[in-house]
């Protein structure tokens, strides 16, 4: 298997979500681990504006041809937008993980961040399952 990718910049959930932070908002997606894992993405169920996430439980939802799996929320927060282009076009999450975030996240905790692994940590925490 090709070595995960895992960006500089961003940071991982053992669940394989990421999390990138712009400013005071996060956007958070599936690793490209994730989406390999799952195959051909076909649905993606995610909150509405103003729902409020806690960290490490479940978000919404993402299905693939082989599964359907829950998402996990990386960091606590309230759900300022979801990616709408999801809705149509669920694949771009297989195509390009990083640049297709599920939820943009606002009211975060700096301190729940340290409980995130790196790039780096992530990549040795996968070469660890496969």
């Not at 439980?57 to 082989?66: A, D, H, L, R």
């Not at 960091?75 to 993980?97: D, F, H, R, T």
Request: proline share 5%; aromatic share 10%; net charge negative.
């Amino acid at each position: 298997m090709a070595e995960t990718q895992a960006p500089a910049g961003y940071l991982f959930s053992e669940k394989h979500e990421w999390v990138k932070i712009e400013g005071d908002v996060a956007l958070i997606g599936i690793s490209d681990f994730a989406q390999s894992a799952l195959g051909d993405i076909v649905f993606v169920d995610l909150p509405k504006a103003g729902k409020a996430i806690k960290q490490f439980e479940t978000f919404g939802t993402i299905e693939s041809v082989k599964a359907a799996e829950d998402l996990y929320a990386p960091i606590s927060g309230e759900v300022i937008e979801s990616n709408p282009a999801l809705s149509k076009s669920p694949g771009e999450v297989n195509a390009k993980p990083f640049d297709s975030w599920m939820i943009k996240v606002k009211g975060f905790s700096p301190s729940e961040l340290e409980k995130l692994l790196s790039s780096e940590k992530y990549k040795t925490f996968v070469a660890g399952l496969e």
